[in-house]
């Protein structure tokens, strides 16, 4: 029985890692609205990368991934969508903070937690990795410094699964 139960978990689990993203409608940091179920990198990996102003653990990990950005961009293709889960109270701060931390994501707004709850986050940082076919293949939850090095190496092995 224990065993039918870990299987069971085992296809549950890997059922929702390959889920599509929800189609819920955000703004980008302009004011654009975008559809959450188009987001994507031409074929490529993307990631979501969920955040606050006030959250110091996201800002670290978006500063660390920001140094290495352009790298994985050259050597992967790599898009990075950073997702605001600030309140609508909040959201005016949004803006100032990345440019002041010269971040160069694509930013979309989430004041009342729409994708953030469709998407089962419950802390943050959580960034979600999705292949080029739109699945979600992998999700990982806090931060702690050089956890990026993980981060593009999962990229990577979805970088030649894609291929």
């Known amino acids: 029985m224990k065993k039918l139960l870990l299987v069971l978990l085992g296809v549950m689990g890997a059922a929702t890692l390959h889920a599509q993203l929800p189609k819920i409608t955000l703004k980008d940091i302009n004011g654009k609205v975008v559809q959450t179920d188009t987001l994507n990198n031409g074929g490529r990996p993307f990631i979501i990368d969920f955040f606050a102003t006030w959250c110091k653990p996201c800002n670290r990990e978006l500063d660390a991934i920001s140094e290495v950005y352009a790298d994985w ?11 605001s889960i600030d309140q609508a109270q909040n959201i005016n701060k949004v803006k100032p903070l990345v440019d002041s931390h010269g971040w160069e994501y694509e930013v979309l707004l989430d004041p009342n937690s729409d994708l953030k709850r469709a998407l089962g986050v419950q802390l943050i940082p ?3 990795i999705v292949d080029g076919k739109g699945n979600i293949v992998y999700k990982h939850q806090g931060y ?4 990026e090095e993980e981060l593009i190496e999962k990229v990577r092995e979805v970088s030649q699964m894609d291929n």
């Open 73 to 83: 961009q050259e050597e992967t293709g790599l898009k990075i969508y950073a997702v």
């Open 144 to 147: 702690t410094d050089g956890a």
């Open 126 to 128: 959580y960034v979600l």
